[in-house]
């Protein structure tokens, strides 16, 4: 099986829309770069959003490769500010607690997994180890499909994931869970 390094996007700027990262969130995603490269990273693919992105880059330039975009890697909401970010938080809240709750801007929680689980398993061919920068509520949606509710830490369901932090799968099969020892 191919294994799988999900990294969540560093920290970002404050700020609607496609934002890039802050100056801590650049450090962190060297720090990252740092790791994957031990590891040996054989591919990088990315969400298109500029911070999943800008995440990417570090890792894919460390190991010498390019950085493959996957719109299935995108966030299940992104708030662009056209709506007031009270109605988008409810709206985040809502479909963490129903997963079938369609958000007025984007997917629910069980698509955005659907998505995320069909990509995982069309780059099963890939010569790994992969990483897939991505964002913190999709990789709860897809961990929550996997292994359930009730495996899924309470502070991710609750707070996200951290910047930075990796979650390792072995094909589907969960090995490691928003692991940050790398920032250490």
């Known amino acids: 099986m191919t294994v799988f390094y999900l990294v969540q996007h560093a920290e970002k700027e404050r700020q609607p829309g496609d934002p890039g990262l802050t100056e801590l969130g650049r450090r962190r995603a060297d720090r990252t770069a740092a790791w994957a490269q031990h590891v040996g990273v054989h591919a990088v693919f990315s969400s298109p959003l500029r911070r999943a992105r800008e995440t990417a880059w570090p890792i894919a330039s460390r190991a010498g490769l390019r950085i493959r975009e996957d719109a299935r890697l995108r966030e299940r909401m992104n708030w662009d500010g056209s709506q007031p970010m009270e109605d988008f938080l409810a709206d985040w809240a809502a479909s963490v607690k129903d997963r079938d709750f369609v958000p007025a801007c984007g997917d629910s929680s069980r698509d955005a997994a659907e998505r995320f ?68």
């Open 117 to 184: 689980r069909t990509c995982l398993v069309d780059l099963t061919k890939e010569a790994g180890p992969v990483a897939l920068v991505t964002h913190g509520g999709v990789t709860v949606d897809l961990l929550r499909t996997l292994i359930g509710d009730d495996a899924v830490p309470v502070e991710l369901m609750q707070h996200g994931v951290p910047s930075c932090a990796i979650t390792t799968l072995d094909g589907l099969s969960v090995v490691d869970i928003a692991s940050v020892a790398h920032l250490e």
